[in-house]
């Protein structure tokens, strides 16, 4: 059965650091798109970074400079280094990933992670 498979986060004050890990767990063909949303009370859940299917990396204005996305082929696992925090990037962050799972047909699969909780105090 695969999965995305999320470690990290926690509690850290503003200027802090923290990094979030994001594994997929079982067999696949292809990793399509890899990244992270989150989703802070009462509002809607948004896209922070993203690998796109061509390699190129997406990021919401409001973090970039700030974190940092990247990937280990080889561990079909992705990171999320969050440096600079501030209390508005508290939230819930989930991994996202768009899966080949096989060769043919070719068509992906869209898979979240359980989430995880971010929080910064100020």
């Known amino acids: 059965q695969v999965q995305l498979v999320e470690s990290g986060g926690g509690l850290v004050q503003a200027g802090g650091s923290l990094k979030l890990s994001c594994a997929v767990s079982?067999?696949?063909?292809?990793?399509?798109?890899m990244g992270w949303y989150r989703q802070a009370p009462g509002k809607q859940r948004e896209l922070v970074a993203e690998?796109?299917?061509?390699?190129?990396?997406n990021y919401v204005d409001s973090v970039k400079g700030r974190f940092i996305i990247s990937r280990d082929n080889a561990k079909n696992t992705a990171y999320l280094q969050m440096n600079s925090l501030k209390p508005e990037d508290t939230a819930v962050y989930y991994c996202?990933?768009?899966?080949?799972?096989?060769?043919?047909?070719?068509?992906?699969?869209?898979?979240w992670g359980q989430g995880t909780q971010v929080t910064v105090s100020s």
């Open positions: 996202h990933a768009e899966l080949r799972l096989n060769p043919l047909p070719i068509s992906t699969n869209n898979f």
């Open positions: 079982g067999s696949i063909f292809r990793i399509n798109t």
């Open positions: 690998f796109t299917s061509g390699g190129n990396t």
